[in-house]
């Protein structure tokens, strides 16, 4: 008995999947069509993934938020030890590098260039010592950003801090909007090629309407009814997918020649990345999931009913 | 006759479309298992709307009906389908799916059933064989002949040996030599064991044979 | 003969539009389904418009050159009023400030703050005088800025030019490369989005195949089968472009508030600007006119055949 | 009998469908103005495949076919609908617009010819009367009943008083007494000029009446 079952369980699952297979063949231009809409909506989504990505390393750059702070006259060796241990235990600093009095002569005499003479008449070397700190990236909010500033200008060896100003503040922000604008538009034009894929495949459906009804007429039970038909959202929203990856893989070969050259000027970066091999499984489980729920959605709703 | 013996019953049932058009009205019905039975009446007498009633197309608007002693009104929608298996259906409009071809369509029945594809093979082939039909199996319905397509909607709905055969005008695209055919093949099956039910207009076919009639007049039984 | 044909003409006008109107409401779920589908890729060119024309007074403001020119010792009042003139007469240069000798000490000065008492012990200015110049908007390419670079180098009261370095030439670059992503991406939502647009009216019409050949059947001209539907696709456009609008000045709003006061603190731009009538325009334009174009479409392959 | 009187003539008309289906095998037919004429065949003789043929929706496979002095081969396919304008016809599975109510279906014809609202309403109400379909205007098909679907297509091919009538199994659906009403109307109209061919594997239609037989038998002229 139970066999039988399992038995009767295969044939409906490969009956399911050939039929699948027709319905495809048959659709023939609507199916064509279906495939390429859902790739377009899919393509969207990778084109923001692509862009997002790769503007990531340049954010990062961006954000490699660098402090000065200047130590006051006649600090001890020893404190000053003392003060690399503690700054370098504070979790919102990355490095912290000493540069000694002489150190900053030497580079502001570098900054000065050709009018470094200025400081041959020098009596003695008015420039207080510091150190220059790489804040780590884990300080995106600017409010933060604030209290630990005066958490360091109230250190007692230290003198005033340079840098932590409006500044360092506006990047921060910017930074910050610039990620939220872009987890914006990344929801926004997932949802929308999500719903683009689940009507296109609804829209196909509602073309077998009266081919439905007959099968349930003859003693289909729903889910036998339905298999076919998901099977055949999930093989669209695959093979969409797929054309979504290939197109993808076009636009970015064209673009690498006309862009990377530009990147390497202005940022450094030496080539655009593409995608990894999970931003590919997304893309693909994305268009299988959504095509399988687009083609129950139309199940749902009465609108399978006669006219 | 004992009351297990009916494979129809209907008591009081009224069907009424769109809250004024009376399409049934206080139909009470008994059908016999294994009897052979005709449902004569003009057109838009409301033949098609009883049989669609039967195999739960459309809901009663009240009344009772049961078929193969369970009360279809109380059928959950989810359960239609298994009513659905033991009713044979030949639709007046034939009702064939476009997509798949003569054979697949008359396959269906089978296929839903879980049936191997021997015995699929071996009964669809066998069906459609009674009705003339076995060299146009890989043709789509539409590439097929009004007639035709009316034998494949016979063959289908004969396929499974059904406890009960509903047809609705089934010959009424056939010529005479063939309606004869389709008429044996009726009541071969009857003889089988299988309960008809067949609504027709053609007086003629009645009277040739020497079976129950029941008559509608504008929703109404007639004359009993 | 032709006030009778005229007359047919309007008869046949009104039926049309009559018809679509009723196919509209008959299509039901279909049709909300197709107008909700053209929102969303429509909603796409918004979204990019909105995005795109309020960064570009972002890039506008970034785009602010400024190059200083240094000039030799010892050049006349003369010579510097000939100078500013022939600065004012290149079409490149947008402002020239003078900077005399004193005004520059002045600001070294202010720049070096709490290390200013070194300028104390100077005995004679060693900074030169200079031009400060703003560079106009149409300096796009850094080829072309380099060789004005060096046009303003050879003049013969200048020194040497500061700013016109690499610096100046990433900016430009980085402008140039983000224009130019902006513009392939609208180009290529705005094809995604039209195709889907396309394609989404194709599946309506493709549900009513059986419809127009019946239609066809009975004696009706290509145009009189194809205008209901061309219209439908209007309409279909028209509602989906303005549902888009609905959208876009939602979220516009949403974010708004969100966004604003970041912008303001990081660029000082008041508010982000919403579309003008000219760009209300654009989108419906294009429902309207891919809803058309995409409802006569179908007619042209030959999908309507009998399957 | 000169040629110029002759609606439809077909000369050595061959169909054959995918290449190996013949369904029409060297036909020659003379039918006259104002003549009225069965088409006589059994289930896939081929009878709708020279109907369809005499309105272009399928183009002989080879011969020629002249119907109302047009060689219709040579007809552009933009030019299709002025002959289809000439000719009602009466479809087998009645192929009446889903989405368009019993009334519209019928004044689709007029309005693709520009008519004023009040002449559509006019005659498609005159039309339908005929049918005895008056009281279902508003209906949609799928909400009436199968014979009055053939109604409404009856309707619809007789409305705009057509040259060429073509009847496919148009009563197939109907009870005697309706029937023997269409009948009647067809002979109306063919007295009113129309020409008539009615296909039909009714062998006792043709009895009844006193006209001309076309008989086929697989694709041919089986006796003239
Ligand atoms: N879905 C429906 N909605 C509204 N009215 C309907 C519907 N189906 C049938 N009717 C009406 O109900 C009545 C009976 O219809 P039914 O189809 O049962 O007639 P019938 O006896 O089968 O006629 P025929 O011989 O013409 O097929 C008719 O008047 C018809 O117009
Ligand atoms: N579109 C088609 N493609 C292939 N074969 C076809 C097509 N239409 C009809 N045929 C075949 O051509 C033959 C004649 O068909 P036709 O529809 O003309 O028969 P008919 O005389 O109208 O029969 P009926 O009385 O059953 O309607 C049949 O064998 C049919 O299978
Ligand atoms: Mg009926
Ligand atoms: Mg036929």
New interface residues.
């Given amino acids: 008995m139970l066999i039988t079952r399992i038995h009767a369980g295969f044939r409906h699952f490969f009956y399911f999947f050939r039929q699948a297979g027709r319905n495809f063949k048959i659709g023939g231009l609507s199916t064509i069509i279906a495939v390429i809409s859902i790739a377009c909506s899919l393509l969207l989504i990778c084109l923001y993934l692509l862009v997002s990505s790769n503007l990531s390393p340049v954010l990062d750059l961006a954000r490699n938020i660098e402090v000065v702070l200047y130590l006051k006259e006649n600090i001890s060796p020893r404190q000053i030890s003392h003060l690399q241990q503690k700054l370098a235990g504070f979790v919102e600093v990355s490095e912290a590098r000493y540069i000694s009095k002489t150190e900053a002569l030497e580079k502001f005499r570098r900054m000065l260039k050709k009018d470094a003479i200025l400081l041959d008449g020098l009596a003695y070397n008015p420039l207080p010592a510091s150190f220059e700190l790489s804040l780590s990236h884990e300080l995106k909010d600017p409010d933060l950003l604030k209290s630990f500033f005066s958490r360091l200008t109230n250190l007692p060896e230290v003198d005033s801090l340079q840098g932590g100003g409006e500044w360092v503040q506006k990047l921060s922000g910017l930074l910050m909007a610039i990620r939220l604008v872009l987890l914006c538009i990344g929801a926004i034009l997932t949802i929308i090629s999500l719903f683009i894929i689940a009507s296109t495949i609804h829209l196909t459906i509602d073309n077998r309407r009266d081919e439905i009804i007959i099968m349930r007429l003859v003693g289909a039970t729903e889910w036998y009814v339905r298999f076919p038909f998901v099977f055949e959202g999930i093989m669209e929203g695959f093979l969409g997918g797929c054309l979504a990856l290939v197109i993808s893989t076009v636009l970015y070969y064209a673009f690498c020649w006309e862009i990377s050259p530009l990147l390497k000027l202005v940022f450094g970066i030496s080539a655009i990345d593409f995608f990894g091999s999970r931003e590919i499984f997304l893309i693909l489980i994305l268009g299988v999931l959504v095509g399988g729920l687009g083609a129950i959605l139309p199940f749902c709703v009465p609108s399978h009913q006669m006219r | 006759m004992q009351p297990l013996s009916a494979i129809v019953q209907m008591f009081h049932v009224y069907k009424t479309?769109?809250g004024n058009c009376k399409a049934l009205v206080d139909i009470n019905l008994r059908i016999e298992k294994g009897e052979f039975v005709f449902l004569v009446?003009?057109?838009?007498a409301g033949k098609?709307?009883l049989m669609r009633l039967l195999?739960r197309?459309e809901k009663t608007s009240s009344g009772q009906i049961i078929v193969n002693g369970r009360n279809i009104n109380k059928l959950k929608d989810?359960h239609?389908?298994q009513l659905?298996?033991k009713i044979g259906?030949v639709?007046?409009?034939f009702?064939?799916?476009?997509?798949k071809t003569v054979f697949e369509n008359v396959a269906?029945?089978l296929?839903?059933?879980?049936?191997?594809?021997f015995e699929i093979e071996r009964k669809v082939c066998a069906a459609l064989k009674r009705v003339g039909l076995e060299h146009k199996l890989e043709r789509?319905p539409?590439?097929?002949?009004?007639?035709?397509q009316?034998?494949v909607a016979i063959a289908?709905a004969v396929v499974n040996n059904p406890v009960l055969l509903l047809a609705?005008?089934p010959t009424?695209?056939?010529?005479?030599?063939?309606s004869r055919e389709i008429m044996q093949l009726f009541l071969d099956i009857n003889h089988e064991g299988t309960t008809v039910l067949m609504a027709t207009?053609?007086?003629r076919t009645v009277e040739g044979m020497n079976e129950r009639a029941i008559y509608l007049r504008e929703g109404e039984i007639a004359h009993y």
Same sequence: chains 1, 3.
Avoid: C, M, W
């Fill in positions: 479309f769109d009446g003009s057109s838009g098609t709307t195999f197309e989810s239609i389908y659905r298996r259906v639709f007046q409009d009702k064939l799916i476009p997509t269906y029945v296929r839903v059933l879980g049936r191997s594809r789509y539409k590439r097929i002949s009004g007639g035709e009316q034998r289908r609705d005008e009424g695209n056939l010529d005479a030599e063939r207009h053609n007086l």
